[in-house]
């Protein structure tokens, strides 16, 4: 699914469920201050305890009050500053179950609500506890990929990835001070940093050119603010961010044998599903297996539906194993799809030859075709090849 940064709301309700991180400078009121500077309109509320873990507010009946107090568009969750950096074993029995069931819970209240994960940074020189967080990078890296890790096991939960943005900024912008003299908690540039990513997570809008800068003098504000779009607005589908209109989202895999294709629903919270086969066949069940009777380029779309949204995504699928290039033009070029990739050579010189993922990002840089085949890897989520012709002339390839 491509996001569109036009659809994102105007409006939405978000509720903080979290600690000192959350509560320190006030972060849901910077955010606040932040979305309406922006035009946006925001109702936030908050539950922070300091030092909470996510068993703590699983535990914590006014955890829960909080929740049901309304149907809220996103509810945003964190973990205790350390606890998901802990060596693996520890935060799959420790921190992992309880992220989990604070999200099912959260769905429960309201099906259409978002969960969205905090995801925190590292202490300013790590965390002396063990030798795998005993530097900023080590420390940040490994909360990096819990949150994410996280997020994934939580149905595909959103992120809003503060610790990314933060170490963006220590990169390019060292003499920033993200840090209370504690060097853990956020000073009021950190907490203004992550109030720029919020509202780029929540809106996948660019937070750059607000007047609201929370007591910062405006250069290093409109740094913090740059930095929020930089790090997110090329990576939405990474972190799974979406309009919170949108909570179901369609996925799915795809194993192509000849003329047969596999389909396995990889759908978030989605109840009813169509899968339209792109040559006037379809079914209705989770997943699906079809065999094409004739040979062919097609688009196969599964349509993932919920009382809350209906979200589309689409594959195509050369059956007889060569995708169209119809111009004369490429006739010397052939492209063939084989189960993990698709196999690209040319009969003639002068070809070139550039690959696009389905975020858009280049995966291959622009080369040059010969007859020795160029293999794109499937696994890639190759969205379209572009092909430039010794006399200029350009086809866009459609691959998934």
């Known amino acids: 699914m491509t996001v569109s940064l036009v659809s994102a709301q105007d409006s939405i309700s978000v509720l903080f469920i979290g600690n000192s991180y959350t509560y320190v400078n006030d972060l849901p009121g910077m955010l606040s201050n932040l979305a309406t500077n922006l035009g946006k309109e925001i109702t936030i509320d908050s539950k922070t305890n ?62 259409c609500s978002n ?24 420390m940040n890296t490994r909360l990096y990929n819990a949150y994410m890790r996280m997020a994934d096991s939580s149905d595909r939960s959103m992120v809003s990835p503060v610790g990314a943005v933060w170490a963006y900024v220590r990169a390019n912008h060292p003499s920033i001070n993200l840090y209370n003299p504690d060097e853990s908690h956020p000073s009021a540039e950190g907490t203004y940093l ?13 937070p750059v050119g607000a007047t609201f800068h929370a007591g910062l003098n405006a250069t290093t504000a409109g740094i913090l603010q740059q930095a929020a779009a930089t790090v997110i607005l090329d990576s939405l589908a990474h972190f799974n961010l979406r309009p919170a209109d949108e909570a179901t989202l369609a996925g799915f895999s795809m194993v ?20 339209l086969f792109g040559d006037g066949q379809s079914a209705t069940t989770e997943n699906a297996q079809y065999t094409f009777t ?101 086809r866009i390839v459609r691959c998934f």
């Open 50 to 111: 300091g030092g909470a873990t996510f068993q703590t507010h699983v535990n914590d009946p006014l955890t829960y009050t909080k929740i049901h107090s309304k149907p809220w568009d996103v509810v945003v969750i964190q973990g205790q500053s350390q606890e998901p950096s802990f060596p693996d074993a520890q935060v799959n029995n420790n921190t992992l179950p309880f992220a989990v069931q604070l999200s099912d819970s959260i769905w429960a209240n309201n099906t």
């Open 115 to 138: 969960v969205m994960y905090y995801m925190t940074w590292g202490r300013q020189n790590g965390d002396p506890q063990w030798v795998g967080i005993n530097t900023f990078e080590k």
């Open 194 to 206: 992550a109030a720029c990513t919020f509202y780029t997570s929540l809106f996948q809008q660019s």
């Open 256 to 275: 192509q044998t000849g003329a047969t294709i596999t389909l396995t629903n990889e759908s978030s919270r989605a109840m009813t599903y169509t899968w």
């Open 294 to 394: 004739s040979n062919g380029v097609y688009t196969v779309s599964l349509v993932a539906s919920s009382a809350c949204n209906s979200d589309t995504v689409s594959l195509q699928v050369a059956v007889g194993g060569t995708l169209s290039l119809t111009d004369l033009d490429f006739a010397s070029v052939e492209m063939r799809t084989k189960e993990e990739f698709i196999e690209i050579s040319s009969k003639e010189s002068g070809y070139l030859m550039e690959v696009f993922g389905t975020d858009g990002k280049q995966l291959m840089k622009e080369q040059v075709l010969g007859t020795e085949s160029v293999l794109v890897p499937r696994n890639q989520m190759v969205q379209l090849v572009k092909l430039t012709a010794p006399k200029g002339m350009v």
